[in-house]
Each structure stands twice: as C-alpha cells, then as structure tokens.
C-alpha cells in the first residue's frame, strides 16, 4: 500500500483529496438537511408505495446523493487547477 | 544498478511516502497516551452497552429520530443544542490549542488513539521497530506469511468490531448483537458497519501520520491559535548543539559538544517520521514521543531531562511567558459564557410540548341539538424520561358565551392522556360550542372563533405546554 511515487501519484492524492473533502461536507450537509427534514413522509408523497424504506436506508441514500453532488464540484476544481497542457 | 534514471517526482507536489516505523518508547508521556487511549476506547466501546431507565444510555437513534442521552431526550426541535454543543467543541479546540499546542492531536484525536491499538496489534504481532524493519525487506516466506497473517487478522476483527460500536450509537447495539448473531444484519447497517469498520482499518493501519499531514483540516490551521507563549514541544537547541556522539563518562564541555548525543531516538520514536531537532514543524503532533525517548537518553548520560520537552517559544528565549494573554482571556471567556447558556437552557428546558391540528376531514359536525362539534388532533410530545398523564383544558379569554361563561368547551370535559417518556402521542379531542345565534346584529356571524388548548401534567403542574387552534362553525 501507499509506495507510489510515479507521477500519477500527484493526480491520484488530488482525486482523493476532492473524494476526502467532499465527504466532509457531504457528512455536515447530511447533518443538517436531516436534522430539519424527515424524509419519510417526504418519499410517501412523492411515490406512493406498499412498504416505505426505512429511515436509515433514506439517510443513507441522502447521505450518498451530497456525497456525489460535493464530490463532483470538488473533483471538477482539482480537474481545472491542473496546470494547462503546454 | 539500473542505468535509466528513476522518475524524477520533482515536478510534482508530492514526495514520494516513505514507510515511518515508529518506534516504542516508555516513560511519562506515554503512560499519559495509553491512560488517556484506555479511558477514551472504554468510553466508546463500553457507552454504546450501558442502560439507563431501561434504555441505552447513550443512543442517537436515527430510526426514531431521537437522541438519548441518559436521562435527556433530544428531538429534531432540539437540534440547537446540538449546533451549540459543537461550537462549544471547536472552541474547546481553539482555547486549549492557545494555551497547550496541539493536545488534541497527541492525547485525544481518533485517529491517534486507534494508531496506537494498530500500531499495538503490529508490536504484538511483527515485533519491534527493528523487527519489523527487518521482516518488511524479507521476501517472502512462512514466517512473515504467519506474521503478517496474524497481523491482519487482528487488525480486521478489531475493525469490525468497531465497525459495529459505530453503529450501535445509532441503532440499538442489543438488537444489534442479537441481528449479528441470527445472522440477520439489516443491509444498511452490514454496510455502515463495514465502512466504518474499512475507515477504522485503512485510517489507523495503513494512512496513519498521512491522516494528520494530507487529511486533517485542523493540522493546517492550528497554527492560526498559536502564539509564543503556546506550550510547544521544542529541541533546545542552546543547550543540545554542538549534536555529536560520545563515550560514556566524556565530559561534553570539554569535548566541545552540547547535550544532545545524536542518537536519533527521538527521530526513530516519532510517528510522523519527522526530526524535532529542525524546530516545530505543522506535521509535529505532539504526541511527546520524542521526550519520553530524549529523556531515557538523558538519564542514561546523566544529564539533565528536557532537552526535548514542553515549553514556549519566549520561555527558550530566556523571557518569562504568561498564560493570561488576550486571545486565551477571548477563548476562554466566550467558551465559558456557551457552556453557561447551554446548561442554563437545558435546565430550562420545557420537557413538553403540544401542537393541535383540525381535523382535516371535517371542518365541523352539526350536532343538531344546537351545537356545533370540531374535532382536533393533538401530538402531546413528552420529551421528559417519564411517563405522565396529562389533562387537557381550553380557554377561549375573548370570546365569552351568553352568561359570561367559557363559550367553547370540551368533550368529555377533561380529557387525560397517558404519554410514555420520549413519545408523541396522538390524540383527538372533541370541542363544542353553541352554534352562533343568527339574530345577533346584523344577522350574520364570524363562522369561526379562536380557542386555546393546554395540556397539563397530573403530577407536575410545571409540565405545560399550549397551543392556539380555530373553530369553525356554519356560515349561512
């Protein structure tokens, strides 16, 4: 494990820097968003089922989703900070 | 040797990670490090089992969406004590930071502690520093297969189970043992377990000081807190160089050298591979490693302790330093005005609370006896420990009946409810009143009026809580 020292490892730690940063921020929003909504009546109007998730499936899945959105913006910064191809 | 020149990382903002094998030391900081990793590991295996007024103590019962902290029962309406508490945590941060450096870092953060049971795990498994030096240039063979098989092994089951505890402060960790033992893990709670189980394992087995150097956004800004009169772990270099190696017995003085023998103990003990002797740098974690290790040289010599030790920068320039500066007196003073808010407003808090709803399928009934019924529900939360029965009474100040009497009134006309601590409780409560008389002026009425509904603790008076609701009536 973590004996690389080729050049990709410069763009492997910013990749998991941006995965590392956006957790954080995902963990907070998640935090937050949940604190302030129950997402089950939230999903029983939006699709009307049998059998609701459970609440931990839903935060879990908040969590995934704030995951995805932070790491894209984060990940597409690093993308653009590269130095331009001379 | 190869003759094609290796790739040269230099263009690159990253060195290359070179392995730190740290090595173990003994001495007063470490016993201060192991005490304070045996009570904080005991705090967060042994919480998650114990039971108060026959629930888990310490739960942030996410399912439920509510958290149990031995007595107290937090709501999501309570989330402000929540946010508060976590002011109070990161100015704790700032104020102990000012005045000790980085304490947090050394003694309390979870990735320092659960290094220290992996690193532990390694000892027992691989050996010591030299060992495992030894064992990791070896090639491969039945030893270091068995070795490192054991190592792994221990280092996974200690991950799972930590994985477990994690999420047994949010589910409750019985249902979660018996759920493991039937085989019969819900799957979200298989995969957080998992992946906080892999976090625990890859964070304090395999990244380790490359946490506390890339990861950790406290290690870049706590310099920021930092002052010369911060307690720092420091070379002192006016008494430790000239640094050279010598017999013992030699009159250091004589051989025109300082204290330090350069023996590199305290590069060997420190875990972030870096040498204190170069001065503080913003890897330093001050965990004291190096002093326990400098000091064990020192008593070898006999030469006084504390070429490497807790000190401030003004106090190694001979001035005197003070621990009363303005940014400690700042810290500390808005630290303790949060704390005071924050207990002053938890004893205040009302353990009830009431919301009434009309009922949403019919405005009104008419009774046709000359009354008008509406119905309402109401979410009675007891957000006390205990079960009480409470009574509920209305009050209506401005709209008086005919003979001056309430115009609004219950039925039946005291309705009591029992609610379990920690429950909303649903109720529905039936209000009547005299449908309005239509010769009344100009022969029309308002159709609707405002009445307030209380509900009342049996055994405690002080348990109130209201809640404004409208009536609705006929108009015609």
């Given at each position: ?33 949940f604190a302030f909504v129950d997402p089950t009546p939230v999903v029983a109007v ?6 609701l998730?459970?609440r ?31 | ?60 019962d996410l399912p439920a969406r509510q958290f149990h902290?031995?007595?107290l029962t937090l709501w999501p309406q309570d989330f402000i004590y ?267 808090r009302k353990p009830v609370a009431l919301d009434a709803l009309h009922d949403r399928n019919a405005l ?9 019924e509406n119905v309402y529900l109401l979410k009675i939360m007891n957000k006390d420990g205990k079960t009480h029965r409470f009574v509920v009474s209305l009050t209506d ?11 609004h009134?219950l039925d039946p006309?005291r309705p009591v409810f029992e609610v379990r601590g920690g429950e909303v409780y649903n109720a529905a409560v039936r209000v ?18 405002k009445l307030r509904l209380t509900v009342t603790a049996e055994?405690d008076?002080a348990l109130v809580a209201s809640a404004d609701a409208r009536f609705f009536?006929?108009?015609?």
């Amino acid at each position: 494990m973590s004996q690389p020292s080729t050049a990709g490892d410069g763009k492997a730690r910013a990749g998991l820097t941006a995965l590392w940063c956006s957790f954080l921020a995902a963990s907070i929003a998640t935090l937050l968003f949940f604190a302030f909504v129950d997402p089950t009546p939230v999903v029983a109007v939006l699709t009307p089922t049998d059998v609701l998730p459970s609440r931990t499936a839903l935060y879990s899945l908040g969590f995934f989703f704030f995951w995805a959105m932070c790491a894209l913006a984060a990940g597409l910064t690093a993308w653009l900070l590269r130095p331009p191809p001379r | 040797m190869n003759a094609t020149a290796p790739t040269d990382p230099s263009d690159s903002y990253y060195a290359a990670h070179q392995k730190v094998y740290p090595r173990e030391v003994s001495g007063r900081f470490a016993n201060l490090r192991v005490t304070a990793a045996w009570v904080l590991l005991g705090l967060f295996y042994g919480l998650p089992w114990l039971t108060w007024d026959g629930r888990q103590a310490v739960l942030f019962d996410l399912p439920a969406r509510q958290f149990h902290l031995f007595g107290l029962t937090l709501w999501p309406q309570d989330f402000i004590y929540l946010a508060w508490l976590l002011v109070i945590a990161a100015l704790s941060l700032f104020f102990f930071t000012a005045i000790a450096g980085r304490l947090w870092c050394g003694y309390a953060c979870p990735q320092t502690v659960w290094t220290e049971v992996f690193l532990w795990l390694e000892r027992v498994t691989e050996g010591d520093r030299a060992r495992r030096i030894k064992l990791d240039a070896s090639p491969w063979g039945r030893e270091k297969l068995l070795r490192k098989g054991a190592k792994q092994a221990l280092w996974i089951v200690f991950a799972l189970w930590t994985g477990f505890t994690f999420v047994g402060f949010f589910t409750p960790i019985r249902e979660l043992a018996g759920e493991v033992m039937a085989g019969a893990l819900g799957p979200w709670e298989t995969f957080w377990t998992l992946f906080y189980g892999f976090a625990t394992y890859g964070n304090a087995g395999f990244l380790r000081e490359q946490v506390c150097k890339y990861m950790c956004p406290y290690a870049r800004f706590q310099s920021a807190m930092f002052d010369k009169d911060t307690l720092i772990i420091t070379y002192d270099a006016g008494r430790g160089e000239p640094r050279g190696g010598r017999r013992r017995g030699t009159d250091p003085r004589v051989a025109g050298l300082g204290d330090c023998t350069d023996c590199t103990l305290c590069v060997q003990a420190c875990p972030t591979g870096i040498d204190i002797r170069k001065g503080l740098q913003y890897e330093c974690i001050a965990c004291a490693a190096c002093i326990d290790a400098c000091d064990s040289v020192m008593d070898r010599m006999g030469y006084a302790r504390g070429l490497v030790r807790y000190d401030t920068e003004h106090a190694l320039q001979g001035r005197s330093g003070r621990v009363l500066r303005p940014r400690v007196i700042v810290y500390g003073s808005l630290l303790g005005l949060l704390v005071a808010g924050l207990v002053a407003s938890l004893a205040m808090r009302k353990p009830v609370a009431l919301d009434a709803l009309h009922d949403r399928n019919a405005l009104y009934r008419d009774l046709g006896t000359g009354e008008i019924e509406n119905v309402y529900l109401l979410k009675i939360m007891n957000k006390d420990g205990k079960t009480h029965r409470f009574v509920v009474s209305l009050t209506d100040d401005q709209d008086r009946g005919h003979d001056g009497e309430s115009a609004h009134r219950l039925d039946p006309a005291r309705p009591v409810f029992e609610v379990r601590g920690g429950e909303v409780y649903n109720a529905a409560v039936r209000v009547r009143r005299a449908a309005w008389d239509d010769d009344e002026r100009d022969g029309s009425h308002p159709g609707s009026s405002k009445l307030r509904l209380t509900v009342t603790a049996e055994d405690d008076p002080a348990l109130v809580a209201s809640a404004d609701a409208r009536f609705f009536a006929p108009q015609d």
